[in-house]
């Protein structure tokens, strides 16, 4: 399997959230913030792409019978680690996801890349599987984070990026972001668990609809072209 | 105490919802709502491992992993306490209750992978709840799921005849649905006890 195959559908024709849609708890429930979104995305990506590695390699020894057990036991191992690093070093970034983080454990999109995935290729070829996926998942993140926070309350970037003294990037969740419009014009249940679900539910209609459009053109490419070959032949 | 409990019931059940203002569960949320009966099976189901989980993990928590200093641990341990008392639930319903396991089928070994259920009992730990919260919150908590799955397979009985756009077919519609129940459930948001 060729990585470039492997990009094009993490990112798009075979995207975690809005195709395979699982692993949506935590996409509705932290995409306030653009903080909490790149946050969160960096810490399934890596999780992801070690419990990838560490599934492939170990996949010819264990038994059938008890798979789904040891994937769990080695994806709540890299969760713990990954809880305990971020309470070390952004405690802003474990403060704001909460629960969300060690629930990482039961994200479907783990457990199901390495049921999917990693049981049948090789560790290189699962690593990176593991960046693409979660690459995936993080786009999306970004892009519901956006989105609600832009109609939410009017700001680009809040808690990751500050502007009073500068442009910078922030680590502990206190940059005011880019305020684009006032926030009181905002439509603030955009923030609420409403806002959520309604931006996920649009988002895989969007999708969903390119995804629809890019297979009808293929499909007229594709009449088109053995139509042109019926005609030749028949010429010839 | 009392209105402690009382307390952490209404919040469980109404105004902090476990799936339409804390996000946990939506998997099964959206994916056993398509019919009534499965809903409140699943809902039942629930509201069992929920209870159960809470109270065993206390006290594992409690008795085993704090005195050991062991608590960065807990993550680890409950998902594994979860994932036996699954699979011990469907064993002993399928000796004893084989009418139930039948009814429930499927759902029961998927309960595993429910966030709300490892999340119960983690904001058990957060908040410090002494063992009879815990359970009351467990208990209310997987009633509160049930409410919420079961109210939603109705609207999702009606979403069948409804007429909309192709593209929004599937996840897309419940999606948008289910924040439309949810902003119902938000006027439950002023309610407070004392």
Known sequence: MNIKKQFQEGLITNNPVLVQQIGMCATMA?????????????????????CNVVVSAIRKIIPDEIRLAIFVVVIAGFVTIVDLLLQAYIPALSAALGVFIPLIVVNCIIIG?????CQKNTVSASFFDG???????TCVLILMCVFREFVGSGRFGGGLIDITNGFRF????TGSG???????????????PFGGFITLGLLIAVMQYALKKSAKKKALAERAAAEAAADKEEDE | MLTNILAISLGAILTNNFIFSQFLGCCPFLGCSSKVDTAAGM???VVFVMGLASAICWVIDTYILIPLGLAFLETLAFILVIASLVQFVEMFLKKSVPSLYSALGIYLPLITTNCAVLGVVLLNVQNNYNFIESVVYGVTGGLGFMLAIVLFASVRERIEFADYP?????????????????????????????
């Open chain 1, 113 to 117: 890349r390495a049921e999917a995935f």
């Open chain 1, 178 to 192: 880019i305020q684009i419009f006032p926030s009181e014009y905002g439509a603030g249940i955009m923030n609420l």
């Open chain 1, 30 to 50: 932290i995409t306030t913030t653009l903080f909490n979104g790149v946050g969160m995305g960096l810490s399934v990506l890596i999780i992801l792409t070690c």
């Open chain 1, 131 to 137: 960046i693409f996926q979660g690459l995936g998942y």
């Open chain 2, 43 to 45: 809902g039942l189901a």
């Open chain 1, 170 to 173: 922030t680590l502990d969740g």
């Open chain 2, 166 to 194: 192709e593209c929004f077919e599937g996840f897309s519609i419940c999606l948008i649905s289910a924040g439309l129940v949810a902003l119902a459930f938000m006027g439950f948001s002023g309610m407070k006890i004392f």
